[in-house]
């Protein structure tokens, strides 16, 4: 398991209490070890920063981006969000909220796939 910054537990929780649309419907394909019998954790504090989704078995993150993730700034700050999640050693997936809500199957194959491939390693 990654450290974590503590003080990141309450926003975690908050976070977790008002989860958007688009994350409920993806936490219903990946609580309760549906996935290849790994364990998700939602509102994930890793290090410095809350995660939408983490497996520890398979060392991965699951980002789910709303619409605020397409202006340049939030983009400039994902991409060192995710080279420094990547420097911990995880694999980090983004979606963003449509994708998830239209087409979930499809997100919930490339999931299955991606644990699937760093498990058996």
């Known amino acids: 398991m990654e450290s974590y910054n503590r003080q990141l537990k309450t926003n975690s929780q908050k976070l977790k209490n008002h989860s ?4 409920h419907k993806l936490w219903q394909h990946l609580r309760h070890k549906q996935i290849l019998n790994t364990q998700f954790n939602r509102q994930k504090p890793v ?3 809350i995660v939408d ?7 991965l993150v699951v980002e789910i981006d709303g619409a605020q993730h397409f202006d340049m700034t939030h983009r400039f ?26 087409e979930t199957e499809a997100v919930v194959e490339v999931i299955y ?5 760093r498990i058996k390693n």
């Open 20 to 23: 958007s649309n688009a994350e």
């Open 47 to 49: 290090k410095n920063f």
């Open 53 to 59: 989704f983490y497996c520890a078995k398979a060392k």
């Open 77 to 102: 700050k994902d991409t060192i969000r995710d080279d420094k999640l990547r420097g911990l050693g995880l694999k980090v997936l983004r979606f963003d909220n449509q994708q998830v809500l239209l």
């Open 113 to 117: 796939a991606v644990v699937g491939e």
